[in-house]
């Protein structure tokens, strides 16, 4: 089976970094994603970690280290839009047919405020 | 917009009734995964087809079913409905199985379900 444990609010200042922590355990790891997710609408894409190491995209990066099993994103010079749910998930692959399925955490309410 | 469409978008029943809820993936996408989500609570996982099969499931009530179709798109059957089935239902989909990629899901904008 697969746990994925994420804090379950954060709160931050406009223009402040903040670093929202994920671990997680699972058999088959294959990658690690971060989404997001505003209040009653859809998930969206917003990182992918296979390899250890950091991912950077504009003012959101993440880093993942697969010995630890975790991973964090880091969101720099917040903004209010940035207001959200941000959910972990691990991609599981069941090893006797390769066939995936995506995981996710509970996910972490972050507030920005002014 | 994502590419996948989920019908209907909200939709208002009783306890004990049957709802179907629809879902197009992407042109060219395989693979349909649902997932429920409920008041402050994380996605779901229920279940994923790819290509007309059933390949991974998860924690979906006996009450629940689904089928994907030839052509791809795929409906999710609630029965018997109670209380605690409100939630908002999300399909997505994506391209696994058709090539390399880093498996990113696309996601529908929901059907919100109430139970009354």
């Known amino acids: 089976g697969q746990n994925i444990d994420q804090p379950t609010e954060m709160t931050a200042t406009e223009g402040a970094i903040v670093q929202i922590n994920c671990t997680y355990q699972?058999?088959?790891?294959?990658?690690l994603f971060w989404y997001q997710q505003h209040a009653g609408e859809a998930p969206t894409f917003l990182s992918y970690?296979?390899?250890?190491g950091l991912e950077e995209k504009g003012r959101f990066s993440s880093f993942l280290s697969r010995s630890k099993g975790y991973s964090y994103l880091l969101l720099k010079e917040l903004q209010m839009k940035d207001s959200a749910s941000y959910l972990c998930?691990?991609?599981?692959?069941?090893?006797?047919?390769?066939?995936?399925?995506?995981?996710f955490g509970t996910g972490t309410r972050l507030l920005v405020s002014p | 917009d994502s590419g996948v469409t989920q019908t209907p978008k909200h939709l208002i029943t009783a306890t004990g009734q049957r709802v179907t809820l629809r879902c197009s993936p992407r042109?060219?996408?395989?693979?349909v995964y649902w997932y429920q989500q409920s008041l402050d609570q994380g996605l779901q996982f229920l279940i994923q087809?790819?290509?007309?099969?059933e390949r991974a499931k998860g924690n979906i009530l006996e009450r629940f079913s689904a089928q994907q179709f030839p052509d791809l798109h795929s409906e999710l059957n609630l029965s018997s409905l109670e209380l605690g089935d409100s939630a908002l239902y999300f399909c997505?989909?994506?391209?696994w199985g058709a090539g390399g990629n880093t498996g990113e899901l696309f996601f529908g904008e929901g059907s919100r379900l109430t139970v009354l």
């Open positions: 997505a989909s994506s391209p």
């Open positions: 998930a691990v991609r599981d692959i069941r090893r006797t047919t390769g066939f995936q399925k995506l995981v």
């Open positions: 699972t058999s088959g790891f294959n990658g």
């Open positions: 970690n296979v390899l250890d």
């Open positions: 042109s060219g996408d395989l693979s």
């Open positions: 087809y790819y290509n007309g099969e």
